[in-house]
């Protein structure tokens, strides 16, 4: 029996660790097998999403992290092996763009050289150099997973060796990358012409010899002095390095052509870890050129954040946008269809999973006999499922490794710690990021935004009304709605899962409004009752009774703590008018100078000013230390990379970084590298908890 428990303990492990991990590299088994074809479960109905994700043309994924983007790049990567004509390469933008960012210290030292290249131009062309090597070396791989895809494919190959003749010619393609070329950067030719005299001096003695009759010697000497005048003209070649795009993805199409390829699918994830210069840098000298002259060839496939998206030159309206979070994945149906489908698609995650790993021992584990349990889960996760994984993991350690089974109560409590151990330290280690003053003052002031939201909502908790006295206990206060104009305001918000876009409706006075939740795990760290109540026909319109209106708190506390003026003549402008400042670009209507918005934190400024700019660090470094803090045991790269939404190799570059700070341990178990977070590092980032949570009355 003790034997089968822990059998069961492993399985549910196991399950766990597949949804917390919902990033392409996780979802193999012990032995290396891809495991996407028994776990991956569409969001829609017929596979909507993948089939859609497979159409030949531009598509932006959109989703918070863990809605299973790289997940889903994973399963099309597999079902594209199976067509003849098509290829994929998934590529990591953010770590191609830092590989080929130059040294600050080296680009000093190019800008004092004046025949060297603008630092633009040198950085534009080795982010192409960068991108291109990293595209054919994903392109070999896919063709090597070809072969071994299918018995039929070995025979194939055997008889007549196109793959193995192309993966030549493409090694062959990357090598020419590696040779200089250049442009001649000259205009017009302008002469310039310069004279030479010279003054020659000559002397000269020649001897003789006549064999004959009469054989005679002669001997003579020379001596001239003359004057030369000459004038010769001098053309300058201004040459620079080049690598030119388009000729070699033209290059890279013939050779994929004569394997029968006619489609390149190129998955780019990352996009919107990449800071905003960086994006717009990628779409404009990359992104946009592929997308517009690839001949066919190239489909972007591009993974990005909500709010986080910069298209440039992509026309819009020639392209797919599949977003994955809740309310647009399931709009336009009603909420009550909108939770249905979620409460469906999270039931799946969990099923799948437990017919793999636990097959026929879900109910051992999940108390499920009156259902409930799916739709808390729903409402802890809303149907994302990295914190799907990470509450079934925090469940667990209070119910079933203590011999219980996972019930409504513990998946309640186990949402509580996943936003105390996981989202709520945004706001503790905001304090220490590497940024300027003011971008650290914003966070905090959107700490002070997001509390003012819970205290009102707490306070409605004692609200009275004709609707309120219908509901037996505690009203349910954990849903607002703004008009959704103002859902910008809440983007960074939402962006770190403190709200979340639930839906969309008419309010009492016919006005469209966005409906937002609060973290469940937020509100159970403070009381809030989460959802809705039924039974009665008035409840359906809950949600926008007006109460929960909540335009009239946000805009007061940004006319309080958000400064709008204009850069040049410091004129001063109201919210109210920044909807009008943005349809002019941002240039004061005064002296056209440009207007700057400012977020404010009056209630943390003192805070803030404490922290010595000596310990300021990265995102990616301030994730790496919060990620090893939360856990008892050392992380491997990879599993950090995955709670961050970024790639290994870019977790190995920064945590160097760390350990020669000393904020960090770098070692090795059986071969595979693991991190530890240092006594040091916990005293500097983490002792100091008070600042994290959100002050309420």
């Known amino acids: 029996m003790e034997n089968r428990d822990q059998e069961l303990i492993e399985g549910f492990r196991k399950v766990c660790q597949s949804l917390k991990l919902y990033r392409r590299a996780e979802l193999v088994d012990e032995n290396g097998d891809a495991l996407i074809d028994a776990l991956y479960v569409d969001p829609l109905p017929a596979n909507k999403v993948l089939s859609t994700l497979l159409e030949p043309h531009t598509t932006f994924l959109i989703g918070r992290k863990g809605t299973g983007k ?75 997973k070809r072969i071994t895809s299918s018995i039929f494919a070995r025979i194939r190959e055997t008889l007549g060796g196109n793959i193995a003749q192309l993966d030549a010619e493409l090694d062959e393609l990357a090598g020419s990358l590696r040779i200089p070329t250049f442009d001649n950067a000259v205009g017009i030719l302008r002469a310039r012409v310069k004279e030479a005299r010279t003054d020659v001096k000559a002397a000269g003695m020649s001897a003789g010899a006549n064999v004959g009759p009469t054989p005679a010697l002669t001997i003579a000497g020379t001596l001239s002095e003359a004057e030369s005048i000459s004038e010769s003209s001098d053309f300058t070649n201004i040459l620079f390095r080049t690598l030119d795009l388009k000729s070699y993805i033209v290059k890279l199409r013939d050779l994929l052509s004569r394997g029968g390829v006619r489609q390149l699918f190129v998955l780019i994830d990352d996009f919107s870890e990449l800071p905003e210069h960086a994006m717009v840098f990628v ?10 002259w690839s001949e066919e060839l190239v489909k972007l496939k591009v993974a990005a954040y909500p709010g986080r998206v910069y298209y440039g030159d992509i026309d819009k309206t020639k392209i797919d946008e599949v977003h994955l979070d809740l309310f647009k994945l399931y709009a336009p149906a009603d909420v009550s269809s909108m939770e249905q489908a979620a409460i469906d698609f999270t039931k799946k995650l969990v099923e799948k999973r437990f017919a793999k790993f636990l097959p026929g021992r879900m109910d051992e584990v999940l108390d499920t006999a009156d259902g409930a349990i799916w739709r808390e889960l729903f409402f802890a996760s809303l149907a994302n499922p990295r914190i799907l994984g990470y509450v079934l993991h925090f469940a667990s350690e209070r119910s079933l490794i203590k011999g219980g089974k996972i ?26 990021l590497h940024s300027s ?42 849903h607002f709605y703004i008009p959704t104009s103002m859902e910008g305001i809440l983007q960074s918000l939402e962006l770190n899962f403190f709200v979340t876009k639930y839906f969309e409706m008419a ?74 400042l943005r349809m002019y670009g941002m240039q004061c209507p005064k002296c056209r100078g440009d207007v700057n918005v400012t977020n404010l934190s009056l209630k943390y400024e003192s805070e803030l000013r404490k922290v010595s700019d000596q310990i300021l660090l990265g995102r990616t470094e301030l994730g790496i230390l919060s990620a090893l803090n939360g856990e008892d045991d050392p992380l491997r790269p990879k599993d950090i990379a995955a709670e961050l939404d970024c790639s290994y190799q870019l977790i190995g570059r920064r945590a160097k ?41």
């Open 70 to 144: 790289s997940t889903l790049f994973q399963k099309a990567q597999k079902d594209l092996l199976q067509r003849q004509h098509a290829i994929s390469a998934y590529l990591d933008i953010k770590t191609i763009f830092e590989s080929s960012q130059v040294d600050p210290a080296f680009a000093q030292r190019i800008d004092e050289v004046s025949d060297a290249l603008p630092r633009q131009e040198l950085e534009r062309f080795l982010l192409h150099k960068a991108f291109l090597e990293s595209l054919i070396g994903a392109i070999k791989e896919q063709l090597k």
């Open 407 to 432: 019930s409504v109560r513990s998946v309640k409590e186990a949402v509580r710690k996943y936003y105390e151990d996981k989202i709520e330290a945004y706001f503790g280690l905001g304090r220490f």
């Open 507 to 580: 309010d009492r006075s016919g006005q469209r409004v966005s409906v937002f939740c609060l973290n469940y795990g937020l509100c159970e760290r403070y009381s809030i009752r989460f959802g809705r109540p039924s039974g009665e026909r008035e409840f359906r319109l809950y949600f926008v009774e007006r109460v929960f209106d909540y335009a009239g708190v946000i805009r007061a506390f940004l006319n309080k703590n958000q400064e709008i003026s204009c850069a040049q003549c410091k004129a001063t402008f109201e919210h109210d008018q920044l909807d009008a």
């Open 283 to 292: 779409v404009d000298s990359l992104l946009a050129p592929l997308n517009n």
């Open 437 to 478: 003053f003011s971008e650290r003052l914003s966070i905090y002031s959107l700490k002070e935004l997001l509390e003012i939201i819970v205290n009102r909502a707490r306070e409605l908790r004692k609200h009275s009304s004709e609707i309120f006295q219908k509901i037996s206990g505690t009203p349910p206060t954990s």
């Open 657 to 697: 970084g760390l350990e020669e700070r000393d904020l960090i341990v770098r070692d090795r178990d059986g071969g595979q590298r693991i991190y530890r977070i240092t006594e040091m590092a916990q005293d500097a980032y983490f002792a100091d908890a008070s600042i994290a949570p959100l002050a309420v009355d």
